[in-house]
């Protein structure tokens, strides 16, 4: 079992907090996604429970084990980086095969688990070959391979792909998640990319400022963001802002835009002064009468939708429309908002209400 438990985890370098403590546990087998903007302590985390970091308080446990403060050696995990450095002197086959030679395994037996590897990731007919002028995508599975071959309770993957062009970065995230699906390691995987996060992950921990803001599996994170951070930082476009004022009531099921009464989910809870009134822009309708007024100021051909840019009384909107409705720049018309997509927020404290 390789069940990864983060317990008010806490890394300070000097006087600057990188993580401020965090709590989030990772089960065994799941793919799980660290996710936030650049500076947000996404490796810092993986770092610590690597054990290149010892936290600065609190506790890491994999599989029931306390290792907060265990060397790396001790914890059979495998590291994979985004600059991924193979020995340039060693054929592919050394390259994989040298972790276990430095464990001591005979090389019989080392071999037999290099052929293995190399059929799981298709570099069977290259492990002769010098590394030097192979592809980024070959030498990005010689690193993989190096960090499998061990068979190690779990993969720690940081940016793995960051450095190949999208295509084929595209290419290897689906081979990097059916890797795993035949593996069936505990794998944490850290990204600033929200839309590799939602489609790799089976969960999400998402960090900003050192700060884990949510953590749940993706479409929760999609649908029932828990701060306007996550709601923004997930999505293309991400999810819309529109301010205003009110004094909501517990089981309250509208709101007031300005003279427009929008239905919302009942809420749970009271609440009182600026709020923020959040919608995805696929849950916006277009019509011609009625609803709530905005204006066009552009739109956006993506295909088969369009992306409508809209000036309101209480922000500007983005929606997502097919791209037969005739909607002309600079025209005024109604909108109508999903209300069980609605997502209420207090402007001041930034978290969801509902
Ligand atoms: P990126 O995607 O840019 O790598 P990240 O989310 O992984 O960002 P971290 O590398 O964890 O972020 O860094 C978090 C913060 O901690 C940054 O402000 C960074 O400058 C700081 N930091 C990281 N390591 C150290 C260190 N050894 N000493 C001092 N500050 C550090």
């Known amino acids: 079992m390789a069940q990864i438990l983060i317990e008010n985890v806490r890394k300070e370098f000097g006087s600057f907090t990188a993580v401020q403590s965090s709590s989030f546990t990772v089960e065994d087998g799941e793919f799980f996604m ?19 970091e010892l936290p600065t308080s609190g506790q890491i446990r994999i599989g029931g084990e306390d290792v907060s403060q265990k060397p790396a050696s001790q914890r059979d995990i495998a590291f994979v980086f985004q600059m991924f450095a193979l020995y340039p002197h060693m054929n592919v086959r050394q390259n994989i095969r040298y972790p276990l030679i430095s464990q001591g395994m005979k090389r019989r037996e080392a071999n037999a688990r290099v052929e293995e590897v190399a059929r799981i990731l298709g570099i069977t007919d290259i492990l002769n070959r010098p590394v030097g002028g192979l592809s980024g995508g070959d030498r990005q599975r010689i690193a993989l391979g190096r960090a499998i071959v061990r068979d190690p309770k779990c993969f720690l993957m940081d940016e793995p792909l960051g ?124 019509r011609t009468e009625g609803g709530y007024r905005a204006r066009v100021t552009a739109t956006e051909y993506l295909g088969t939708t369009q992306i409508v840019m809209l000036d309101t009384a209480h922000g500007t909107l983005k929606a997502r429309a097919p791209s037969g409705d005739p909607v002309q720049t600079g025209t005024t018309l109604g909108l109508d908002f999903d209300p069980r997509a609605v997502t209420l927020f207090d402007a001041k404290s930034t978290r969801a209400l509902l």
């Not at 660290?34 to 996404?42: A, E, N, Y």
Request: aromatic fraction near 6%; proline fraction near 5%.
């Open 34 to 52: 660290l996710l936030g903007p650049s500076g947000c302590g996404k490796t810092t985390t993986l770092r610590m429970i690597a054990g290149l």
């Open 163 to 286: 450095a190949l062009d999208a295509e084929f970065r595209e290419h290897m995230s689906h081979e990097l998640r059916a890797l795993h699906d035949r593996m069936g390691a505990t794998t944490i995987y850290v990204t600033h990319d929200q839309l590799e996060a939602m489609q790799m992950g089976d969960k999400i921990v998402v960090m900003n400022h050192g700060v884990v803001e949510q953590f749940g599996v993706p479409q929760q994170i999609y649908d029932w963001p828990a701060t306007m951070f996550v709601a923004d930082f997930i999505g293309s476009p991400p999810m819309n802002f529109l301010r205003f004022h009110a004094s909501l009531s517990h089981g309250d099921t509208h709101v007031g835009l300005g003279d427009h009464r929008c239905e919302i989910p009942q809420t749970r809870q009271g609440a009182n002064g600026d709020l923020v009134f959040g919608i995805r822009p696929e849950h916006i309708r277009i």
